[in-house]
């Protein structure tokens, strides 16, 4: 196996040579080829790089939506706090009102007891 994998390194080499006495061009070929290449890998590298910027501004915008969320939970608490606390305010509202017309309704018998008395004495 090994023989004729030195074999077969050896055709390619005489291969390769001959390919490049019968055309003077390969060698110009080969470096295009490596400069595609080198271009290529460049734009993968490039890529990727992008890629992982991407990604963390997209970890970056997660944090902020989970962060805003909060802020969202934690305003709606006060929000529910606050109609708790308007609720209360109306409950009391209306005993003082329950009680003026009671005050109210005290005077108006007061004043009709007091004419009451001045007409009888």
């Known amino acids: 196996m090994a023989q ?48 992982l910027v991407a990604q963390e501004d997209i970890i970056a915008a997660q944090k902020d939506i989970i962060a805003a969320q909060q802020d969202i939970r934690a305003a709606q608490q006060d929000i529910r706090a606050a109609q708790q606390d ?21 005077i108006t018998l007061l004043a009709q007891n007091t004419k009451h008395n001045r007409n009888t004495v």
């Open 4 to 51: 004729s994998q030195a074999i077969l390194a050896v055709q390619s080499t005489n291969l390769y040579l001959d390919a490049r006495e019968n055309n003077p061009h390969l060698v110009e070929i080969q470096q295009s080829i490596l400069a595609l290449q080198n271009t290529f890998q460049q734009g993968i590298r490039a890529a990727q790089q992008d890629i």
């Open 86 to 106: 308007i609720r209360a305010a109306q409950k009391d509202i209306r005993a003082v009102q329950q009680d003026i017309w009671e005050i109210k309704a005290n």
